[in-house]
């Protein structure tokens, strides 16, 4: 960089900075020729890890890319495998941002196939993956298992939420009334037989609202009822849907029927941005599976096979750590594949 030159007190003229007539050739008011041949300022936004951070191999965490990784100390490192970026590829989407509050509503018109297993998994990878709040809502008007899945205990419940949800003026307000499992908040289904009264719309709508003042995310565990009238208000407020089935014949053509009655009940739109999701814990080999996978990809957006899980099957808490490998690898796919709608057009909750 030049020195600047300064004016002293005993200096002569040519010492000082030069005059308006001494200034360099060119039009007037152009920049000189070094200042105009530099780039155009940037802004912080662009300092990104993919502009100025080298590629790297990030080091295997499985198979035996992960053993040589070991067995080398390092010097070896053949970076992930294609199972291994494909997983990384599906926690990207996962991560994806979220312009407002997001309502997933996770529903079947048959019981037994699996609904509330399907919106516990859900809920969990999303509050793991993600930064922000995710909060998993047991809508089931009869003693929904929700929080049995999550948390082993319902302790507080969206009744007693509705008892006091004028006074709920902040996050600590609403959090007391759930429990937590990892990262996901779960609100309970009532338990108790003598306060046993069944949500209704409005209540269901209220809930929603005041959840979705403070969590980014609410996953809904319907109800089987579709004419019950928390479920008009479930479907009211929902962003993405979730039909569960099941890979046996009752079971898909309940799924499909599902289907069928929002489609006469004016939600087309969200069938065909639905995902269905086929539980792997029934089944038979005298069912075309790859049949029935064709029917449900010509009716919504896609299809995700959770298979059978011999610690799923159990009934008790889940703990995503004791999933099998290609179960886990499922319920990402679920969670990237409800991330995609994120900040799409379509729901009540878009922007």
Not at 56 to 63: E, L, N, W
Not at 82 to 98: F, G, K, Q, S, Y
Not at 106 to 128: M, P, Q
Request: charged share 20%; glycine share 8%.
């Amino acid at each position: 960089m030049p020195k600047r030159a300064f004016a002293s007190s005993t200096g002569s003229a040519s010492d000082a900075p030069p005059g308006p007539e001494e200034q360099p050739a060119g039009a007037a008011g152009e920049p000189p020729a070094e200042v105009a041949d530099r780039p155009p300022a940037g802004t912080a936004a662009e300092l990104t890890d993919h502009m100025i951070v080298r590629p790297r191999s990030d080091a295997p965490t499985v198979g035996w890319r992960r053993a040589v990784h070991a067995a080398t100390g390092g010097v070896i490192n053949l970076g992930a495998g294609p199972v291994e970026r494909r997983r990384h590829d599906l926690a990207a989407r996962i991560r994806r941002e979220l312009p407002g509050p997001h309502q997933i509503a996770v529903t079947s018109i048959k019981g037994g196939v699996g609904k509330t297993t399907v919106t516990a998994l859900l809920g969990l990878a999303l509050a793991e993956h993600r930064g922000d709040r995710v909060v998993a809502l047991d809508a089931d008007p009869d003693a929904g298992t929700l929080a049995d899945r999550l948390t082993g205990e319902p302790g507080t419940t969206v009744r007693d939420l509705l008892d006091h949800i004028e006074d709920v003026q902040a996050l600590p307000d609403v959090a007391r009334f759930t429990s937590l499992a990892g990262r996901l908040q779960v609100l309970a289904s009532e338990q108790d037989a003598a306060r046993s009264v069944a949500i209704n719309r409005a209540e269901y709508e209220q809930v929603c609202t005041v959840l979705s003042r403070f969590y980014n995310i609410v996953v809904t565990d319907s109800g089987t009822g579709m004419m019950h009238s928390a479920m008009h208000g479930t479907l009211a407020t929902t962003d993405s849907l979730v039909v569960v089935g099941a890979l046996t014949l009752d079971s898909a053509s309940r799924a499909s029927k599902t289907l069928d009655w929002l489609l006469a009940h004016g939600h087309r739109d969200l069938v065909a941005r639905a995902v269905v999701v086929l539980s792997g814990d029934r089944t038979s080999r005298e069912v075309d599976t790859t049949r029935l996978r064709a029917h449900f990809s010509t009716r919504c957006r896609a299809v995700v096979d959770i298979p059978h899980d011999p610690h799923l099957a159990v009934g008790g808490t889940i703990e995503m750590a004791a999933l099998r490998p290609a179960t886990a690898d499922a319920v990402l796919e679920l969670a990237a594949l409800v991330a995609d709608e994120f900040g799409q057009p379509g729901g009540p909750n878009s922007v």
